[in-house]
């Protein structure tokens, strides 16, 4: 696989000056230089949101950095969680006094990390919370929901939380909407063909020329099952089938999705998958509420699409509209 | 015999000069059941310990401190993690003394292995570094001299490996592969039988 | 290459009937099925910006239809000039009755199109001008500069255009500050490797497993060069140095980038990209303004990037400032 | 003899069946000079010429009219416009009239000729489909059956293409590849070559 790098032990700090460069909304900050934050950061008394992960899934995590979203965002090197160190000094950036909700993705090693800073942090009298994404139905079965990865569908998450914090909101109140966010969103992945790790001499998976992979993980982890191509319709219908499949108990008709593409798939892909998704949907008596389609969340130059439908509530839909500003995701009035 | 933070210092650069035989070994076990990054990662994680200026900690403690801090500025894998975790316990319950008996080591294993558990959420069993190092921990009781020390962690990690190949991994990215898992290496376990034989040898 | 589709004869009108389904603010229009406008429709005495072009580029053509930049949008099959027909509709439906500007990229199919569109409509009184996209600098010399092919960097006349149309400018001074726009404005593109028109059964090109072709089109036009993959910064500085040997005669020290990806490159390399040429403007003592790094014009799963260079004068530097409303760019009073 | 507007679709019904076998072949000749789109193009340009229905044309310049209009709709490429440029030309010269002599013919192809020159910019000796239809109107000078004017177009169009191959193309994508296109078919001339040889043959 061919990469326009330099040095890839460079990949991911070249990376970061180039995003924080290109977008003068976000600032490289911490003794690591791993934390990216609103250059204009958190104002005193409002609950911070910070988030985390590996490298090598922009615009995650890092892009969501701004108003009405995330306050900072430690970042590890590609595919690895971010160090604890840059997990402290985003919860210290990212503190305005009332406290700080950790929203990351459930990985052993950043929950490890996220985790050790915290109690770090608890002798400097700043409070923590945590919520973990979750969404990834193909990670694990309904009664082991918990357990599951969180992907693309943890964007809802920063959404809601962020616009919350915005207004005033307390850590408690920041956290239950992330949390609630997080139990009504479900994410599926398909991926065509892998990406590989800067410096790696081999792709992270392989697949047959003419195969598709249903359930992927973001970092290649294996899936439901893998089998020739199919029509994107096929291939959307089934995916929409497993999403709808894990509806919550209370949801309402209402629901937002998110159409993902992991990296090297086209958006025009993205729109045939996004056509059949909603014919699906209005099927099935469900209104489609500020759809998104396109590169969210990504795996560098991996391809394959991701669903993820976040089955609303008056709450979250309110959220979902507020204004918010990130290099990659506006909402406007 | 006594651990002193200048034989600390000489074991950490041993390792970090053992990694260049094997750092590709380990990728390849991490590519059959994770992402492929274990020996990449150890390899940083040792060359920044090795790096660490040992020679100005008063005492052992404080260099197993030193050198988990430096674990967690290297990386933030799970196994860096959990090893910078590891440390800083076993750092914590000798702290403040001057000198710690190789005697000792049984118990710091111990506890070490019992922080990562704490942090990391998996079982004993589950097939990963915490089966290698309760094996080392139940070997080097009554390890006395640091040459036994040695041929006891080597023994320990190797009886674990061998023990645990034919398990299922069950914990971390390694289980989503269920059962296409028996008969494969745990790159984590596979890590410490490998660093410590070269020790031992 | 694997792709998500259908049936490949249909993959232009499931991904339109997709891209208008997701946007609210597009819709699609004409007899011809293949003209995407504002929703909102162009008002009474707006002079209209229409463009159009073939399929496999998005966000080009279509997706910039919106408040401040275009007000409709002929598509043709991937690759392969709008029929006349689409042309004929795009210009009466962007007919606000003060004349309608064609801006488009070079393409001798595109051409023959518009000029017999106009034509037609010469009867119906709607005045008609045309500015055509000339921005790739390898497609030809400096002597033959209105011979080159128009690539990314179009979209700064659309912003520009869109924007002084918004005012409610006159047809005249709408064309003039499209024509500056695409005077002071070069571009240039590198290829990794191929994408593949739905339907054929072979990548538009070929290039060995460690190659990169400097200057390639972005329907696989043939380049500058072909020689083993260079290091980012080594690619970023020889193609900001073929960018600036063309600065134009009246360049100002005010500059805006456009670091595009041609699709599968992911925005990690972008913006490792970003940082290097933006290092190298620096160096000569140019001030970058409003730098655009993602997916703006893309060739579908192609990887690799281009730069666009927009030399600003004041005027274009205050209309790119403008307010402006599309799916995928959205410019903030 | 002459040409009437049930002719004209029968002829236009032959090329659309003619595609079947050269369809692959005009991509490929395209492929190495363009986009290797020419052969898909023109079938789906003379399939809906051919569901055009004709039989409601009153004199032969309508249904000229009426294919042009078809071959709009079903193309934006370069050649499908100019041969719509050219069918339009054509059939503005004879409007109005009831019926044409294939001895009209070579003066039609000389009218379509120069309204695509006008229309595309390239020039005669840039090796396109113009250098064949130039040809095509110079073998046609003479032919007033229609027997011979199907055996002139095919010598026309095969005379072109023969004295074309060995020099450079000189306009559209081909253009870019300069002396590498010396020794290519240009693929719009072989579409004409050998959709004529299949009328004549
Ligand atoms: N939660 C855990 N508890 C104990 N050991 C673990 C845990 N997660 C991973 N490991 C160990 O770490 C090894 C993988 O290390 P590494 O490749 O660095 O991690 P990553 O999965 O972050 O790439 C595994 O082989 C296993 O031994
Ligand atoms: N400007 C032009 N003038 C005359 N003929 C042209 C011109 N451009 C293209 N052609 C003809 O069209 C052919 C290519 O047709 P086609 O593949 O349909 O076009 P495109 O380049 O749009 O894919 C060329 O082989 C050439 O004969
Ligand atoms: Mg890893
Ligand atoms: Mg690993
Ligand atoms: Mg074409
Ligand atoms: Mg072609």
Not at chain 1, 71 to 79: H, L, P, Q, R
Not at chain 2, 128 to 152: E, F, M, R, Y
Not at chain 2, 191 to 201: N, Q, R, T, Y
Request: glycine share 12%; with cysteine; proline share 3%.
């Amino acid at each position: 696989m061919k990469k326009l790098l330099n040095d890839p032990r460079d990949f991911v700090d070249e990376m970061l000056d180039g995003l924080v460069s290109a977008h003068s909304t976000l600032k490289l900050g911490g003794e690591s230089a791993r934390v990216v934050h609103r250059a204009s950061g958190t104002w005193q008394g409002k609950v911070g949101v910070v988030s985390g992960g590996g490298s090598g899934h922009l615009p995650l995590f890092t892009g969501y950095v701004g108003e009405g979203l995330l306050d900072a965002c430690s970042i590890g090197n590609v595919f690895e969680g971010p160090t604890v160190g840059s997990c402290v000094e985003a919860i210290q950036i990212a503190n305005g006094g009332r406290g700080v909700l950790r929203l990351y993705g459930n990985y052993g090693g950043d929950r490890m990390n996220f985790d050790m800073a915290g109690e770090m942090l608890e002798d400097d009298g700043i409070r923590t919370t945590t919520v973990l994404g979750t969404d990834d139905v193909a990670s694990a079965g309904p009664a082991e929901r918990t357990k599951r990865r969180g992907v693309a569908g943890i964007i809802y998450a920063y959404k809601t939380a962020g616009a919350l914090a915005e207004t005033g909101a307390d850590l408690d109140a920041v956290t239950a909407i992330a949390q609630r966010t997080v139990d009504r969103t479900r994410t599926i992945g398909v991926a065509l063909a892998p990406c590989q790790v800067p410096g790696s001499n081999k792709p992270s998976f392989t697949l047959g020329a003419d195969e598709i992979e249903m359930g992927m993980g973001i970092h290649g982890e294996p899936g439901i099952w893998r089998d020739k191509l199919k029509p994107a319709d096929a291939v959307a219908d089934e995916m929409i089938e497993r999403l709808l499949a894990e509806k919550p108990n209370n949801a309402s008709t209402r629901v937002s999705i998110l159409v993902n593409s992991l990296g090297a798939t086209p958006l025009e892909e993205l729109f045939i998958l996004f056509r059949q998704a909603r014919k699906q949907l209005e099927a099935q008596g469900l209104a489609i509420v500020q759809p998104l389609v396109g590169h969210y969340a990504t795996s560098m130059e991996m391809a394959g699409a991701s669903f993820s439908l976040c089955f609303l509530d008056e709450e979250i839909e309110k959220l979902l509209a507020a204004p918010a500003h990130c290099p990659f995701w506006k909402v406007s009035a | 015999m006594s651990i002193t933070p200048s034989a600390i210092a000489s074991v950490v650069e041993r390792l970090h000069m053992a990694m260049d035989g094997i750092e590709q070994r380990l990728n390849e076990a991490d590519a059959k059941l994770g992402d492929g990054d274990t020996g990449g990662m150890l390899a940083r994680v040792l060359a920044k310990m090795a790096e660490t200026d040992l020679s100005g900690a008063v005492d052992p403690g404080t260099a197993l401190t030193a050198l988990a801090k430096a674990a967690t500025i290297a990386t933030g894998s799970s196994l860096g993690t959990l090893l910078a975790t590891g440390l800083m316990a076993a750092g914590r319950t000798i702290k403040g003394r001057e000198s710690v008996r190789v005697g000792e080591l049984s118990e710091m294993v111990a506890v070490a292995r019992d922080a990562m558990i704490a942090r990391g959420g998996a079982s004993l069993g589950d097939k990963t570094v915490l089966d290698s190092l309760d094996a080392v921990a139940d070997a080097l009781k009554g390890a006395t001299t640091s040459a036994q020390a040695a041929h006891a962690v080597a023994q320990g990690a190797a009886t674990a490996l061998e023990a645990f190949r034919s398990r299922p991994n069950r914990i971390g990215r390694a289980r989503m592969f269920g059962d296409g898992t028996v008969g494969l290496d745990d790159p984590g376990m596979l890590a410490v039988k490998e660093l410590a034989a070269k020790l031992a040898g």
